[in-house]
């Protein structure tokens, strides 16, 4: 009794591990998501890493696929002609794409004492057209109440200490 389940145990890990070969022999980016339109991004890149790339991009610039793909259907769930390119924010990603490599490669990298890179973040952070020094800084509130009490026009500012 104890030998016949001993065998059996081995053959469950025989089928087990041949199984698990069979596994990996699977090249990553071969399912039927293979993608059609990539000119800047690796050709080889897998299903994972891109779909983390764009996850990166619409959280960089607070917005969702839809952005930059044309939406084919809301309902019941969103559905996109992801390969299209009719969408001028897509053109324009891609130009930012070649940019953020370029700006990367010859130039960040020659400098790295940080070891950081500059990422769609670096200069997006949450919004589609980065935010410049002239961008009007008095935060507002929900409710449209300024964050901070509105300066009196004719207050003077405190006298320097004697
Ligand atoms: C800021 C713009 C932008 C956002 C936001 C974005 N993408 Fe993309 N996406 C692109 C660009 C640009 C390409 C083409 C890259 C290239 O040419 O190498 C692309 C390519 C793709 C492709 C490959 C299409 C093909 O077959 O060629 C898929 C799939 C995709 N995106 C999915 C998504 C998903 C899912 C989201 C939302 C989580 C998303 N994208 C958000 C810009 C964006
Ligand atoms: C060096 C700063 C910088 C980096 C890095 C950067 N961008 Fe931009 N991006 C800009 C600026 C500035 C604009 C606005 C240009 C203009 O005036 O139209 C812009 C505009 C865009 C737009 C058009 C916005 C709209 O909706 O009209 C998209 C899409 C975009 N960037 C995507 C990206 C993506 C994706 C990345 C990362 C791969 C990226 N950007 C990295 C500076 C940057």
């Not at 065998?7 to 293979?34: E, H, W």
């Not at 299903?47 to 764009?54: F, N, R």
């Not at 890179?117 to 589609?128: A, D, F, I, N």
Request: one cysteine or more; proline letters at 12%.
């Amino acid at each position: 009794m104890a030998r016949r389940s001993l065998v059996l145990l081995l053959f469950v890990a025989i089928i087990g591990c041949a199984a698990i070969r069979q596994q990996k022999s699977i090249p990553a980016a071969s399912d039927d998501l293979q993608f059609h339109n990539l000119r800047v991004l690796s050709p080889t890149i897998t299903h994972d890493e891109l779909i983390a790339t764009m996850r990166g991009y619409a959280r960089a610039l607070g917005t969702r696929c839809e952005h930059c793909h044309v939406q084919t259907a809301t309902e019941p769930r969103p559905e996109f002609d992801f390969p299209n390119d009719a969408k001028p924010e897509k053109r324009v990603a891609r130009t930012m794409i070649a940019m953020t490599h370029a700006v990367n490669a010859d130039y960040v990298s020659k400098v790295n004492a940080h070891g950081q890179s500059v990422t769609c973040l670096t200069c997006h952070r949450g919004r589609t057209v980065p935010e410049t020094a002239a961008t009007p800084q008095p935060e507002r509130r929900p409710g449209g109440a300024p964050e901070a009490p509105p300066p009196t026009p004719n207050a003077q500012p405190a006298p320097p200490p004697p």
